[in-house]
């Protein structure tokens, strides 16, 4: 038996404040603390003024729905957020910035403007379209960590589709699950990957778990260079190298 001298204190409650330094209040989009007493004065104002930024296919018809517990917000409203992410910004000076600096674990470095950004989201997406993924269809992303990843992803969104990310390091048993619980029609992988110095046999794992995955029908594979290309088995009818799918791909593609 042990016998505790003192009470136990709730580790979950912190009192303290961490102020941020000058430096990050000199490049901080909002600097005026104001702002908290605008915002707390009139929510749904502040909200729609913030909202007035973006780029919208129809306005809303209310800026918040609260039926407790249940809240809705720009009721009504529709856009697409890959517009707002890159579109908007292709007439402005960050059309020529960088929008992705990527350097992988071997050393490669890689880096996106949002004008590469853009044609690489659209290309995608029309390779997703080509592979009959739509508006509501699953697509599952089990990649490496490379800019294919984040251009799946927004591909993903700019024709309404849902993508489920699946960790690379996770086990065949574990990609199986997620892909028969989304039931992705779609998975996105790669020949392999890097983590800390360990090849990550990325497309073998996934044709394991695929054969216990009847919902896939269409299999993306981003030659990582993990492997030699001719040593990356393919299933024909159903397996496609990503590099020859984006050479085919038109480029513009509306949201």
């Known amino acids: 038996m042990v016998t505790v001298q003192t009470p136990i204190e709730a580790l979950l409650e912190e009192g303290r404040k961490f102020a941020p330094g000058e430096a990050f209040i000199r490049q901080a989009n909002v600097k005026d603390r104001s702002v908290y007493e605008k915002a707390k004065q009139d929510l749904e104002g502040f909200w729609a ?3 007035g930024q973006f780029v919208w296919f129809k306005k809303w018809d209310k800026v918040l729905k609260w039926e407790s517990p249940w809240a809705q917000w720009f009721v009504g409203g529709e856009l697409n957020i ?5 579109d908007r910004h292709l007439k402005t000076w960050r059309r020529n910035k960088a929008a992705f600096i990527w350097e992988g674990e071997p050393g490669e470095e890689r880096v996106l403007t949002y004008a590469d950004l853009y044609r690489e989201v659209c290309k995608f997406a029309n390779v997703l379209k080509r592979l009959g993924a739509k508006k509501g269809d699953r697509v599952a992303l089990c990649l490496p960590m ?3 990843l984040p251009i799946a992803m927004l591909a993903c969104a ?6 489920t990310i699946v960790f690379g390091g996770f086990s065949v048993e574990s990609l199986r699950d997620r892909i028969n619980d989304a039931q992705a029609k779609v998975l ?3 020949d392999g990957g890097w983590r800390r110095g360990n090849i990550v046999h990325l497309k073998r794992n996934a044709d394991e778990a695929v054969s216990q ?3 896939i029908e269409q299999v993306v594979v981003v030659h990582r260079g993990v492997m030699d290309a001719t040593h990356v088995p393919l299933r024909e009818g159903r397996d496609h190298w990503w590099h020859r799918l984006m ?3 038109p480029l513009s593609l509306r949201a």
């Open 247 to 249: 050479e085919e791909a």
């Open 82 to 86: 890959t517009v707002n992410c890159i």
């Open 213 to 215: 995955c009847p919902s």
């Open 146 to 148: 490379i800019p294919e």
């Open 158 to 163: 700019r024709i309404g589709a849902l993508h």
């Open 188 to 190: 996105v992988t790669a």
């Open 49 to 51: 003024e913030q909202a």
